[in-house]
């Protein structure tokens, strides 16, 4: 199977769309579990932090499949959509997006999943590829108390070395406006690869035969980092970490994430 077709799969569509800021991109949608609102026990709550290079072409729809499969296993799934190069975005608003649907999702849902939630439980997030990096970058700022764990699936985990790699036909430039000579107070601020060590547990998972995001990239954060738990996956792509078709994402992926969250 060709894990790229993801990006293009027909999915379930949400629960619910809800709007967290006033511009065109400010939305997010909600996935919810099958026995919503049969259940006395309050559900985990997941933001999931689609990729795409920052780029306006890829949007939360290629998510769709990925979110629908978590709600199946009991989890509220929030997906923010954010603005995006090319469109209305670039530094700092799309990374700006992300943290304000990072912070106004829990109230939102009560109003479509009222006592689904527990408000006193932190959130987990989930973010792949440019996602990844939006995901560590704003839950590492967020803290333990609004994010308990931070899952990246093939993350751009360093913004410098995606830079000089020129991942993503120089998609990082394109974010940020230039390379790190250009613009370094923008390097200094957006990359990761600077805010760790957090206080919130960060599990990357990178797939040995990415051809989007290279896996030496990732290698050699958690070689940095040891606090980060670091899962390299022989035979896998960039694409089968998210999609729920995949070996990579039932047997690696998944379980993992359940064994954080449930």
């Not at 957006?190 to 960060?202: F, Q």
């Not at 990239?217 to 896998?236: F, S």
Request: hydrophobic share 45%; aromatic share 6%.
């Amino acid at each position: 199977m060709e894990f790229r077709e993801i990006l293009s799969r027909q999915a379930a569509v949400p629960d619910a769309i809800l709007r967290y800021a006033e511009h065109r991109d400010g939305l997010v949608d909600i996935f919810l579990p099958p026995s919503a609102g049969t259940s006395e026990q309050p559900r985990p709550l997941v933001v999931l932090v689609h990729g795409g290079f920052w780029r306006e072409e890829y949007d939360r729809r290629h998510v769709r499949p990925l979110a629908t499969a978590l709600a199946q296993r009991g989890m509220v799934v929030a997906v923010p959509e954010y603005r995006r190069v090319g469109g209305l975005g670039g530094w700092p608003e799309t990374a700006h997006d992300v943290e304000a649907a990072l912070t106004t999702a829990p109230a939102m849902l009560e109003a479509v999943a009222p006592g689904q939630l527990d408000p006193a439980v932190p959130c987990h997030l989930v973010g792949h590829s440019a996602g990844g990096h939006l995901a560590l970058w704003a839950g590492l700022r967020a803290g333990p108390d609004r994010v308990c764990s931070i899952m990246a699936l093939a993350p751009v985990s360093d913004l410098v070395y995606a830079a000089h790699a020129g991942l993503g036909d120089n998609a990082t430039q394109d974010l940020l406006g230039g390379g790190p000579g250009d613009v370094p107070d923008r390097y200094a601020a957006a990359d990761t690869a600077r805010m760790l060590p957090g206080d919130v547990p960060v599990t990357i998972i990178q797939g040995a035969e990415d051809k989007q995001v290279t896996v030496e990239m990732n290698r050699r954060l958690a070689a940095q980092h040891p606090e980060v738990t670091y899962v390299e996956m022989d035979g896998v792509d960039h694409f089968a970490l998210i999609d729920p078709l995949s070996l990579g994402f039932t047997e690696t992926v998944l379980p993992r994430l359940l064994t954080g969250i449930i």
